[in-house]
């Protein structure tokens, strides 16, 4: 199975700050990567996928990065319902996984 | 708007089975693969199981290969998950998940529902 590792697993930051989260593949997986909103108590929001592609209706402060084994999903600008978890998931092989997760909080 | 509504969620004993049904509304049904994803109380994401847009192939996590079976009935625009042999590991909320691409194995999750869960507990 493929694994996905996200780093900070949480971090704080100020409104309007910029925040920068990172998720790596235990192996090449090209573009094959997206990255989804979880807000608490809700289901899982896409936000990015094909690495870089926004999904529809997605604020344009959002944008991921990367290729290959390294991937950087950002929010420019952190607002206050940016408040979530945030996970990357890779669809190069089955069984799809997930990375672990990271939680943003304003500080 | 694309829905997705889980049901069949519940509290049962280990070794125990239980069916979720998931019904969906608001975009063409039969053109999506669709998935079943877990998260156990306060943590991550698991992946659990797909089936094509056709119910022709289906595919599962190793961690419930051979006890949940997936299937879909498109003349009904629902998807299921037949569970057997359940075990405490099993507890979590289930979400149904459609496929972001028609007529594609997997890319990712564009419409999710809100989840049903499942206790598993002697």
């Known amino acids: 199975d493929i694994q996905m590792t996200q780093s900070p697993s949480s971090l704080s930051a100020s409104v309007g700050d910029r925040v920068t989260i990172t998720c790596q593949a235990s192996?090449?997986?090209?573009?094959?990567l997206n990255w989804y909103q979880q807000k608490p108590g809700k289901a899982p929001k896409l936000l990015v996928y094909?690495?870089?592609t926004l999904q529809i209706g997605v604020p344009s402060r959002f944008s991921g990065s990367g290729s290959g084994t390294d991937f950087t999903f950002t929010i420019n600008s952190l607002q206050p319902e940016d408040v979530a978890t945030y996970y990357c998931?890779?669809?190069?092989?089955?069984?799809?996984?997930f990375g672990g997760g990271t939680k943003v909080e304003i500080k | 708007e694309a829905q997705l509504v889980e049901s069949g969620g519940g509290v049962l004993q280990p070794g125990g089975s239980l069916r979720l049904s998931c019904a969906a509304s608001?975009?063409?049904?039969?053109?999506?693969?669709m998935h079943w994803v877990r998260q156990l109380p306060g943590k991550g994401l698991e992946w659990v199981s797909l089936?094509?847009?056709?119910?022709?192939?289906?595919f599962y996590a190793d961690s419930v290969k051979g006890r949940f079976t997936v299937s879909r009935d498109n003349s009904k625009n629902s998807l299921y998950l037949q569970m057997n042999s359940l075990k405490t590991d099993d507890s979590a909320l289930y979400y149904c998940?459609?496929?972001?691409?028609?007529?594609?194995?997997?890319?990712?999750?564009?419409?999710w529902g809100q989840g049903t869960t499942v206790t598993v507990s002697s």
């Open positions: 998940a459609k496929d972001l691409m028609a007529r594609t194995y997997y890319y990712g999750m564009d419409v």
């Open positions: 608001g975009f063409t049904f039969h053109d999506y693969t």
């Open positions: 192996q090449d997986i090209a573009h094959y």
């Open positions: 089936v094509n847009w056709d119910g022709s192939s289906t």
């Open positions: 094909d690495a870089s």
């Open positions: 998931q890779q669809y190069d092989h089955l069984p799809l996984t």
